[in-house]
């Protein structure tokens, strides 16, 4: 066995060396220790030991192309079966149907095959179900959903039927998880060359080919290096959990039957040499082998020949709007050539200032090919490199900006445009100047119209060298990116003259042109090939190609044109025609040149087109499709009568697997191919593997690779990609470099036949990969393209490109959907897609798009632009009409939660296993119930003394204090007033109510001090007050019928409220609801007047119930409990203590006070402690916004307690309008304690949010925290103004699902920020109980909170006489490692153990930290763990900001997301992928449905929290109204 470690360095593989150098240059530019270094070192060498020890008679030399060879032989896995070469020649078997003719184009694939193909699998299929998808109609009026009041709703509703005509698909069944050894892909080997070639791209960034990367002409570079060394050096190492530890990964599968390729080694296929020219002007004498520049034979045409025809110009008519002359053409190149050296390379100063080799801009509309072909050549002429672009329209034209930045990285500041081609731009109307496009150099533009004539002893200057660059053509890479290919002189005149040999172009010969002459094939074969031959070409304006789409063929028959460059769409067009022309004879054409006849859909073009024009004397064999790249220019062309077309039936499912299959004839999953014909003059080709340089078998799909002069020589500016695409070297079998010249990449994909024929079988920026398999997006283009009705969509603009999704790629299209079909048709079009796509290329499609007409982004050229379709997609922005998304059936491979006892421990829960699992218990401090002379109150069992006692001691202080919406004190309760109508109250309801002790009264008033004055005088006459939330004038039908029914259940004897509640109850709407003689007795305290004297009434037992607290939690569960005097006076006592509460404080409650914490505040707490209670009335910020924010500053607030609907009303006011509040002097300084008051999770993020706005009007960030509170407990946590900040971790959010706390660092991925919830007030202890085993949990470990306190609770209050008392199960329980009586929140949570540091003097107990993470019952259970819908709603909420709010809920195991979304509704299915595929990727759910409702659908109760099954109850009544809603299948 061969030990590396112990070899020579000089005997390593050129991988390990290369890995090696990188790593020692890392060490000595110190930014790696010696023993990271060591380290790195023994990976690297262990990594290739296993491959040393295979084979070691395959050492190789040093060369990094023989080391990338290694590397791609050692994990080589495919084999397969051989094709069958011979089919290649036989016959291929077609049928075309005539009545399709008129409704083809050039990019429908649409062999017959293909369709039939497609109507088979349909007709064989189900009919599909209707699928039951609502959008609201534009043009019924939008109805308004009155929200009903949340706290009247109940959870005993009988839920309605599922809808007939939904259709949901069953959740999927995870597949069976495969083995994961968790070993990683080996790194791509490379040298110290390509390392440095990488280094130099990456330093460079686009620099012009003559500034060096540490030029210092600018500060540019030495910025990027710097930046480079910070980034190389060592960080931090980051506490997070992999995937790996937590999930089973399911791995691809891999079909052990896919076919494999078996073919021998692929050699090179050498084009002919170059025919010997009569003419030895054309040959330069000086250099050997190389042709003279095109300048030269446009010179020699223009001299000998001038008064032949070089252009002939067509206007939109068709008729001859002018000829130009070889002569003509060299003078006006000529005058360009002059008039931009004496204006703009002569002169020493200027705006511009030029010189040679320098880039400038050519922008020319295509209707004007003579004024560019003169541009052009007078760049050359002058020595100037061209880049022609095209002429952007606007600003918001996809792709303009990818052009100007190209512009901007070649340095060009000249753009030489026609007088047509400057109209057409984009002007200023102030000034008519051309506006600064964006993204674009600041550009000097030159008219050539009218340029001045050169003086007679004017020389152009001397030819440059043969390798100096002659243009730049752009290119548009796969991700968007616009990169300028160099193309040398040689190149340009090699290229040129092999494309002119092998078409025959000659002088005196007519060539018709439909394509673009300024790029591409158009300007090879329509402008350099007809110069450098002295033929004469007709150009066919586009606009007349598009109006008359047979004119061209008519333009054949009357010139007699020998030759055609066209485009498949051109042909098709023809074809469209209802009526054909009678005259054409297209006996004449010696060629037909498809300049895209090398993609795969042009098949069918090419067939049709032949057999339909046959009669018309076309000969068969003049059809030529030629191959192109702009990195290699024209490469292989089917020669006019001489070659034979070729044609292959392959089987799609082999192509899948690059392997070439042969079937005997078209079925329904093959593809039928045509041939580019053969190599041209003076070029090599290679098929290469698509990863690595290794050369593909015989009957193996990879890419092509071009060597010839005529390649280009790199990317402008981007040496590192350069290196990558234009110098690859191909290694054979044994991982040989193949002969000594560079390849370089076409980016196409295809093989060569036996008769050495070049196929193309697409490209590889249309590549998809999925699951190990690769198709095709012109392929399934093709498939989707069959589906009928043809006229469904708009051919030209159907978009399939890929999307990453949890590990794998998915599949998406895109289509502009035509305007006269209906959503059904719409719909059943999407799922036949769907059908098609996965019955013949055995993949599901992910997402269907149907945008309206015009909808998708286009290229300058008219065509698609797939990346900015792409990007809209990701992003939101395509607005789509109709949306079918195919989730369960797509996504597969889920990840699978690992065993919970295999997953890891974090630090803390490790320390606290060692220290023997010591379980932990929270408290507060300890509760001072010693009386002193200070705090009189605390000698007072019941609030009813205590009252009285501040009546008599301070009967002018003043207790409260209601603000009106202009922060204005509308009405105040001194002591004296509040005990003076307390007594009234009570005296004249006992007189009108002939009530009794302990009887049940509801308190029916707005947030006010009436409610205040009710809730004493119940007090005082011993009664048992109910506080409701009163009825409004728009829920007043849906609050009535609840409030019936708990008036029933509390046995209510008596409704206190004021006059107008009570007519509004008794009105006649409510009569229609409820009769207004089934209520309890009204009795209105507006006017109470007591005659006789009250004795306030004293309970037997402070344990008597003091009131009842009703509220609906975020579950939508409408729950009583029992609050005792005991409980009462407790929890004020704690309140005082831990706030520090006293009559010289100022207090601001700005939140709904009809239950919990809320209602102790706003009614209790101000009289047990005597401070000043400032009442800001939620109701009153819907019209002022500000309000609070003007009461703190106004009153200069110490403490103050809002909800999270006040916190969100002031959030959005101090983003919008914080300038204005500056202006009005508003100073929140004084704060020390703000508090929201809340049941459920911090929302960190809002608190946050608000936090940072804030600031800038003084409040201090650590200022902020919340309450917490529960049914059991109504207020446990609360932090006071001597308590710590509260304190924040990061815990993992995928171990939460599996009920463990893992902490992780703050940014860590797949981390959630949990917030401290508050400090436990005095008195109170706290554990978290483990579900299962219902034992006290150690630190950090989930369970359910218990609490146990003085002021807890009695118990709940049965609504129903009938329903079992859960008080049992949920009070008053025992545990045996905690003393004391414990009652269950309901909630999950965990206790968290401060720092040693921060401890202090305190004990352990009292620096735990309480982190809340949700109700139990609100909990979803899906795939085997626990979710909370916090974290889900948060993932939607980030998806984008037009999204107001979200809540998600289970319904039959699907998740259901309803989303307010505030954009406009045509907009609104823009938030279903982004849903889909966010909560997916992050959270491993399918969506089931999508609802799309309009901002305030959801339902919020009074402390701002969603409730979640009310609303699930609205979405199965269908009562939502909603925007959209879809299922996905």
């Not at 060490?27 to 690297?44: A, N, V, W």
């Not at 500016?717 to 390849?743: C, M, T, W």
Request: aromatic share 6%; proline share 7%.
């Amino acid at each position: 066995m061969v030990n590396l470690a112990e070899m020579d360095v000089s005997l390593y593989p050129a991988a390990v060396k290369a890995q090696l150098f990188a790593l020692e240059a890392e060490y000595k530019e110190g930014d790696l220790t010696k023993q990271g270094y060591d380290k790195r070192r023994s990976k690297i060498i262990a990594s290739y030991q296993a491959l040393l020890d295979k084979d070691w008679s395959r050492r190789r030399s040093s060369s990094a192309s023989q080391s990338s060879a290694f590397s791609g032989v050692s994990s080589l896995s495919l084999t397969g079966t051989e094709g069958n070469s011979d089919s290649l020649d036989s016959k291929r078997q077609t049928t075309f149907l005539k009545e399709r003719t008129t409704s083809c184009d050039e990019h429908s694939f649409n062999n017959v095959s293909r369709i039939a193909a497609v109507q088979q699998i349909l007709a064989a299929q189900e009919e599909t179900p209707n699928l039951h998808v609502e959008k609201r109609s534009s043009a019924a009026p939008k109805k308004i959903q009155k929200k009903s009041n949340p706290s009247y709703d109940t959870d005993g509703i009988e839920l309605p039927r599922p809808r007939p005509m939904l259709l949901i698909p069953p959740p999927p069944t995870d597949a069976p998880p495969d083995s994961d050894d968790g070993e990683q892909t080996p790194l791509p080997l490379t040298t110290p060359d390509t390392l440095e070639n990488m280094r130099t791209h990456l330093s460079s960034v686009r620099y012009g080919n003559n500034l060096a990367p540490n030029s210092h002409s600018g500060q540019v570079s030495n910025k990027i290096q710097a930046l480079l060394h910070t980034l190389q050096r060592p960080k931090k190492k980051q506490h997070y959990v992999s995937d790996d530890e937590l999930f089973e990964i399911p791995a691809p599968e891999v079909d052990p039957n896919a076919p494999k390729p078996e073919g021998p080694c692929s050699e090179v296929l050498s084009g002919p040499d170059f025919e010997e020219d009569d003419s030895p002007s054309y040959w330069d004498d000086e250099v050997e082998g190389q042709a003279r520049s095109i300048e030269e034979a446009l010179h020699k045409h223009g001299t000998q020949t001038g008064k032949a025809i070089a252009f002939t110009i067509l206007d939109n008519n068709g008729k001859v709007s002018s000829h130009v002359s070889y002569a003509k053409l060299l003078s006006r190149t000529q005058k360009i050539a002059y008039g931009i050296m004496s204006k703009y390379m002569m002169k020493e100063k200027g705006d511009v200032i030029l010189k040679k080799g320098d880039r400038v801009a050519l922008i020319y509309p295509s209707q004007d090919p003579g004024a560019f072909a003169a541009a052009f050549f007078a760049c050359l002429f002058a020595n100037l490199v061209p880049v022609p672009v095209e002429a952007p329209i606007s600003n918001m034209e996809p792709g303009a900006q990818q052009l100007g930045f190209l512009l901007g990285s070649c340095g060009v500041q000249l753009a030489l445009t026609s007088e047509t081609g400057y109209k057409a731009l984009p002007k200023d109307p102030s000034d008519h100047k051309v506006v600064q496009l964006k993204g674009w150099p600041k550009l000097v533009w030159y008219q050539t119209d009218s340029c001045p004539k050169p003086p007679k002893e004017w020389i152009p200057p001397s030819r440059q060298s043969p390798h100096s660059t002659a243009y730049i053509e752009y290119t548009t890479a796969r991700n968007g990116e616009v990169m300028g290919v160099t193309l040398s002189r040689a190149a340009l005149v090699t290229n040129t003259k092999a494309v002119s040999q092998a078409c025959g172009y000659d002088r005196g010969k007519i060539i018709v042109s439909l394509v673009d002459p300024k790029r591409e094939v158009g300007l090879a074969m329509s402008v350099l090939g007809p110069i450098y031959s002295g033929a004469n070409t007709i150009f066919i304006p586009p606009l007349l190609s598009r109006n008359h789409p047979a004119a061209w063929l008519q333009v054949i028959t009357k010139h007699k044109a020998q030759f055609a460059v066209t485009s498949s769409r051109a042909m098709l067009n023809a074809l469209k025609v209802t009526q054909m022309p009678k005259d054409i004879n297209l006996a004449c054409l010696e060629m037909i040149l498809v300049s895209d006849g090398y993609q795969p859909w042009t098949v069918y073009t090419c067939d049709s087109f032949q057999s339909s024009l046959q009669t018309k004397g076309l000969d068969p064999a003049a059809m030529c499709p030629c191959a192109y790249s702009p990195n290699s220019l024209t490469f292989a062309l089917r020669r006019p009568r001489s070659d034979i077309g070729h044609r292959g039936v392959l089987s799609l499912s082999a192509l899948s697997y690059n392997v070439v299959k042969y079937d005997e004839d078209a079925n329904l999953t093959s593809l039928s191919l045509q041939d580019c014909g053969n190599v041209l003059p003076g070029v090599n080709l290679v098929i290469l593997k698509l990863e690595g340089s290794m050369m593909c078998k015989t009957d193996e799909i990879g890419e092509i690779c071009i060597s010839s002069i005529s390649c280009g020589s790199g990317y402008f500016g981007l040496s590192g990609k350069s290196e990558q695409y234009f110098k690859v070297i191909p290694l054979d079998k044994e991982g040989r470099p193949v002969g000594n010249h560079a390849y370089a990449k076409t980016g196409l994909l295809g093989f060569v036949n036996a008769a050495g024929s070049v196929f193309v079988s697409g490209t590889v920026a249309g590549m998809i990969k999925l699951g190990g398999r690769v198709h095709n997006s012109e392929d399934l283009r093709a498939t989707v393209l069959a589906v009928e009705p043809p006229s469904f969509v708009h051919r030209l603009r159907v978009a399939i490109f890929s999307v990453p999704l949890l590990r794998e790629e998915r599949i998406v299209v895109v289509a502009e959907q035509s305007n006269n079909f209906s959503d059904e048709q719409s719909f059943q079009w999407m799922s036949h897609v769907q059908q098609a796509i996965e019955s013949i290329h055995q993949v599901v499609v992910y997402g269907i798009l149907l945008v309206a007409p015009s909808g998708l982004p286009k290229c300058s050229d008219g065509s698609l632009n797939i990346k900015e379709t792409k990007d809209k997609f990701m992003k939101g922005q395509l607005n789509p009409s109709n949306i079918l998304m195919f989730p369960y059936r797509c996504i597969t491979n889920l990840p699978k939660p690992k065993n919970l006892n295999e997953l890891p421990v974090n630090m803390h829960m490790h320390m606290a296993l060692k220290s023997g699992g010591r379980s932990v218990e929270a408290s507060g401090t300890p509760l001072d119930i010693s009386f002193d002379d200070q705090d009189a109150a605390k000698k007072f069992e019941f609030l009813s003394e205590t009252l009285r006692f501040r009546a008599q001691k301070t009967p002018e202080h003043v207790l409260f204090s209601l603000l009106d919406s202009k922060a204005h004190v509308g009405h105040k309760y001194t002591c004296s007033q509040l005990h003076r109508k307390a007594e009234r109250i009570a005296g004249f309801t006992l007189e009108k109510a002939k009530l009794n002790s302990g009887d049940n009264v509801a308190l029916l008033f707005p947030a006010g001090l009436e409610l205040i004055s009710a809730f004493y005088g119940c007090v005082y006459a011993g009664l048992v007050p109910v506080c409701i939330r009163p009825p409004s004038a728009d829920n007043l039908l849906a609050a009535l019928p609840t409030l019936k029914m708990m008036m029933e259940c509390c046995n209510i004897m008596a409704i206190l409220t004021t006059h107008g509640v009570m007519k509004l109850m008794t009105s006649k709407a409510g009569s229609q609801v409820v009769d207004p003689k089934k209520w309890p007795m009204f009795i209105e305290t507006d006017d109470a007047v007591n005659k006789k004297k009250v004795t306030i009434y004293k309970p037997p037992t402070p344990e008597m119930i003091a009131y009842l607290d009703f509220s609906v939690n975020s579950n939508g569960l409408l729950t009583g409990v029992k609050m005792s005097h005991a409980a009462c006076n407790g929890y004020c006592r704690a309140l005082k203590s831990a706030c520090e509460l006293y009559p010289s404080r100022h207090l601001a409650l700005s939140l709904d006070p009809f239950s919990g914490m809320g209602f102790v505040l706003w009614c209790l707490a101000g009289v047990y402690a005597g401070h000043h209670s400032i009442l800001v009335p939620p109701s009153e910020l819907e019209t002022s916004p500000s309000l609070w924010l003007q009461a703190v500053s106004q009153y200069k607030v110490r403490d103050s307690f809002m909800s999270y609907t006040v916190l969100e009303q002031c959030t959005k006011e101090l983003a919008s309008n914080m300038d204005g509040l500056k202006l009005k002097g508003l100073d929140l300084g004084s704060i020390r304690t703000c508090l929201i008051v809340a049941e459920e999770r911090p929302k960190s993020s809002l608190i946050n949010n608000f936090s940072t706005l804030a600031s800038e009007l003084g409040l201090p960030s650590e200022c902020i925290s919340t309450t917490f509170g529960c049914r059991a407990n109504i207020g446990m946590c609360c932090r006071g103004a001597s308590h710590a900040p509260p304190s924040t971790t990061h815990v993992d959010l995928r171990a939460l699902r599996m009920d463990k706390i893992v902490t992780v660092d703050k940014g860590s991925p797949h981390s959630v920020a949990l917030m401290q919830s508050g400090t436990l007030l005095p008195g109170c202890k706290l554990i978290a109980v483990s579900l299962d085993k219902k034992e006290q949990c150690p630190p950090n470990q989930l369970g359910e909170l218990w609490i146990s306190s003085l002021h807890n609770c009695s118990g709940y209050y049965c609504l129903s006489s009938t329903a079992t008392d859960p008080t049992p199960d949920h009070f008053n329980l025992s545990i045996p490692t905690a003393n004391g009586s414990w009652s269950k929140t309901g909630y999950l949570g965990f206790i968290s153990l401060a720092p040693k540091s921060t401890i202090g003097s305190k004990s352990t107990a009292q620096n735990a930290e309480v982190y809340v993470l949700g109700l139990i019952d609100e909990t979803l259970h899906l795939r085997g763990m626990r979710y909370y819908p916090i974290d889900i709603e948060s993932t939607i909420s980030r998806c984008t900001q037009r999204i107001t709010n979200s809540a998600v809920f289970t319904w039959q195991q699907l998740l259901v997301a309803v989303v307010e979304y505030s954009g406009p509704e045509s907009e609104a299915m823009n938030v279903i992928p982004l849903v889909t595929s966010s909560v997916a990727e992050e959270h491993h759910l399918v969506v089931g449905v999508v609802v799309v409702v309009d901002p305030g659908t959801l339902p919020i109760n009074s402390r701002g929290e969603k409730q979640r099954m009310h609303l699930r109850d609205g979405f199965l009544a269908d009562s939502l109204d909603p925007i959209y809603i879809t299922y996905n299948m």
